[in-house]
């Protein structure tokens, strides 16, 4: 949330990408990672990215990505109408952020599909309430950008959960933790001053 | 056997009136307090208590640990006793040494544990513990205090009860992480633990075992210095030593970042006085009890010490409140219908605020019967709260601000005194910290705890908007008051989930949210230091550890009538 909150989103669509990774990382999904790539990408540069009401209009013909928060939240907040105004495929960032949203816009099975053009591979996500079933490698899931493809589907067997990706987490949380910094204020002499306790004796 | 009222037909204090900082900065402990439902707890279920290891050296250096077993699990404090020059003692969360360090192990540890323990806890912050271990926790001592019980002791003297009473505590916890801290346990690993129902269950429960180490180590020490004429603490003096703690601003936003379980506290508290207010007639047993635990708190009054004025003036006032409650008593008020009730209303009438709260919390004693599972409810899955419902329509939005918030609306935030101040992180130390807005250059880095001038920005907003349409329309236009739509679809369901002040503004106290959240803990003898840090006693009166199957926790809440 607070890396986040960092990069720029609102407070409110900071908790949204809290969400989504503690959702995506409880299901042992690397959403730690996605995001920190996510947020170093639109970092790296001035990227643009597609106003999230333009998801909602297929006749536009902007090509600059949806951010899987914005676009998601937004999802979220129409619920299944929402998705099924959706155009069949859409430039997304990090389609894997996506997700969680996806479950909670709707109480039917969505089956998210990209292709990962990084690892050459096709990466299939089913989602059903708190259930999130994987038909591709895990470490295909993660990419900056790709077309991603959303439609209903059969309901995932059952909830599976994935073992947690350990491997570079703490290089990706020090990502995440870079970016959160930027929401701390420099020290300055009255900042210390007003700290709690400060200019006071602790022994008593 | 109490009659259960209806509660549907309960008639609650209303948010606006409960939920004002100077009310909540007046709140005390109650037997809904997590302190007293954990002992109540372990009470009940003849929880098992023993120390396996005691290697604490004559200097005070060593590991101790502290065994807990109840009818599931065991859990251990693991301690570790150093020896810390004076000059290094601070409570501040900056400190990098401390007199003690604490875990609490979920089981009983091994010696690779504590070996591994050894070389983590002392570290705090520095080091990492595992999904073992629930809390981290360090404590320092009352350095005053501490020399003086062990010199009595060492003598084979009793300390004598005025320092100990002015002070009320050998050690004090400057820290007290749980849930996932440096590498601590989630807390869904114990969530649905019976054991842990309720709020701070694992972090309440090393706070009560570091109470027993304290008075192990002065009476280990004491004999230490003079094995032929130390003696131990004298059981009654040994009750009035609690355990102090020192807490700054890193608690004062948990109050606003954690709204639904705030409700869930105030809520559990306001139930249990509306139930109690709505008795028809009191029997003569409460009512003895009830006259009993005044002249308890009154002396508990007498015995609250503080440098601040602030809290000087409200102990005064308070002190002046119980003089005015048992000349009240001559009337005989409790002789009526509804007589809780009726002195609840009395007590809005000639009671300071102090008085009020102090009052609610007595009132409630009597009937622990009725209220004590409403601790049951005082804890929330904050996920559940946490969808917008996008369908909302504006012309909702609208009423709910204006029903809930129109003491926010009602605030001119172009005014420089009530947006004087900013809540921000510092980078140097990530501590919470209060800044003024129009003398430093920090509102780039603002934190989101202002709710009431970021309702009152949204409601502007929403002036121009179809009534009609929907939440979700307006947000993708707006996500800047993506976090407000969030807060007011909660406040409509939670009414006890905001704090009904404006929390910039320039007379803001911390020290009030701070002594809020202390009273839920069950902490007593509020002690400000500054209008942002406060020292606090907890479990001071509480039985220990060996005395818990022989004495009602719930009977040591207040002190006794002797003790004066």
Known sequence: MKAARGAGFSWGLAEEAGFAVQWLQARGLPAVQSLAEYLSWCDSDARQLRPVQQAFKPESSAIAPFCPITLGASLADHGPQGLSQLPAAIQLCQPLLIAPFIAAACDTAQQLQWYNTTSNQLCTLTVKGPDAQLQTAIGALTCNLAECSLQACAAPKKSQCYSRIEKDQAHHMATLNDFAARTYAPATEASRMAGAGAGLNDND | MQTQPDLSALNLRPANEVMRLKRMGSFHQSRLSFMRVLLRRLKNENWQFSRPIWQVNADGVGVATYQATGPRRSYTLVAFAHDLPDE???????????????????????????????????????????????????????????????????????????????????????????????????????????????????????????????????????????????????????????????????????????????????????????????????????????????????????????????????????????????????????????????????????????????????????????????????????????????AMTIKRLQNIIEQKYGWALDIDFDGKQACARIWYVSEEKLEPRLGERHEESIANYEQALAPARDIKLAYEALQTWDKEQSCAQFLMRHPEYRHVVRRLQLVEKLPYAEVCDNTIAHDMLPIDLLRCKLSFFGATHFDPRSDRWVRITMFQGAPFPHELADIDPDDCAYPPLQST
């Not at chain 2, 708190?297 to 102990?315: D, R």
């Not at chain 2, 809780?340 to 300071?352: G, R």
């Not at chain 2, 409403?374 to 929330?380: A, E, I, Q, R």
């Open chain 2, 88 to 390: 290094k003692r601070s409570d501040r969360v900056i400190a990098e040494a401390w007199d003690s360090t604490f875990t609490l192990f979920d089981g009983i540890p091994n010696k690779a544990d504590i070996e591994r323990l050894s070389q983590n806890v002392p570290l705090q912050e520095a080091g990492r513990i595992s999904d073992s271990e629930f809390v981290l926790a360090r404590a320092n001592r009352s350095v005053r205090l501490f020399e003086y019980v062990i010199d009595c002791l060492a003598k084979g003297e009793q300390p004598d009860q005025e320092p100990i009473e002015s002070t009320g505590y050998l050690m004090r916890t400057s820290a007290v992480y749980g849930s996932a801290k440096f590498g601590a346990a989630d807390r869904q690993t114990w969530a649905d633990r019976p054991e842990f129902v309720g709020s701070f269950q694992p972090e309440l429960l090393t706070v009560w075992l570091i109470r027993a180490f304290t008075i192990d180590l002065v009476e280990h020490l004491a004999k230490a210095r003079a094995p032929k004429t130390a003696t131990t603490l004298a059981p009654e003096l040994r009750h009035r030593f609690g355990v102090g703690n020192s807490t700054g601003l890193g608690m004062a936003p948990f109050l606003l970042n954690h709204p639904a379980l705030i409700h869930a506290w105030v809520n559990a508290r306001e139930t249990a006085l509306a139930q109690v207010r709505a008795i028809d007639k009191a029997n003569a047993e409460d009512i003895e009890q009830f006259e009993q635990l005044v002249q308890r708190a009154q002396i508990n009054a007498k015995n609250w010490v503080t440098q601040h004025p602030y809290q000087t003036e409200k102990i005064t006032q308070l002190q002046a409140d119980f003089d005015k409650l048992l000349t009240h008593f001559t009337s005989d008020p409790l002789a009526q219908e509804k007589p809780w009730n009726a002195l609840y209303l009395w007590a809005e009438q000639h009671l300071s605020l102090e008085g009020q709260e102090q009052l609610v919390s007595l009132i409630i004693e009597p009937y622990g019967e009725m209220i004590d599972q409403l601790s049951n409810t005082m804890c929330c899955d904050e996920a559940e709260q946490f969808c917008i419902s996008g």
